[in-house]
């Protein structure tokens, strides 16, 4: 099975920066795509940022030019730079893993979810 151990969130005044970082770890054969979803409070799970194995990312529109995702291959871990947060941008924040776990193989996987708050 794999593994995720999500860390970086808290609370932050508007306008200020965080950084989440999301470790995968398990038996991986290789990671597909790596990102970022987040569930505010009375609303659906969104797709904030997700980056694919040959570096490709995607970003939801409320979060381009404030938002950075990155990876570190070698130690499978996503990284969410925030940056200019705003009180709309406090919800939890969930890591996401599409891995292939055997020959053939491939799954998808949540990691707990870390909260993060925007407030003065």
């Known amino acids: 099975q794999v593994q995720l151990v999500e860390s970086g969130g808290g609370l932050v005044q508007p306008g200020g920066s965080l950084r989440l970082s999301c470790a995968a770890s398990?038996?991986?054969?290789?990671?597909?795509?790596m990102g970022w979803y987040r569930q505010a409070p009375g609303k659906e799970r969104e797709l904030v940022a997700h980056?694919?194995?040959?570096?490709?990312?995607k970003y939801a529109d409320s979060v381009k030019g404030r938002f950075t995702i990155s990876r570190d291959n070698a130690k499978n871990t996503v990284y969410l730079q925030m940056k200019r947060l705003k009180p709309e941008d406090t919800a939890v924040y969930y890591c996401?893993?599409?891995?292939?776990?055997?020959?053939?193989?491939?799954?998808?996987?949540w990691g707990q979810g870390t909260p993060v708050t925007v407030s003065s």
């Open positions: 996401n893993v599409a891995a292939q776990i055997a020959t053939m193989v491939w799954d998808e996987y």
């Open positions: 398990g038996s991986i054969f290789s990671i597909t795509a």
């Open positions: 980056i694919i194995s040959g570096g490709s990312t």
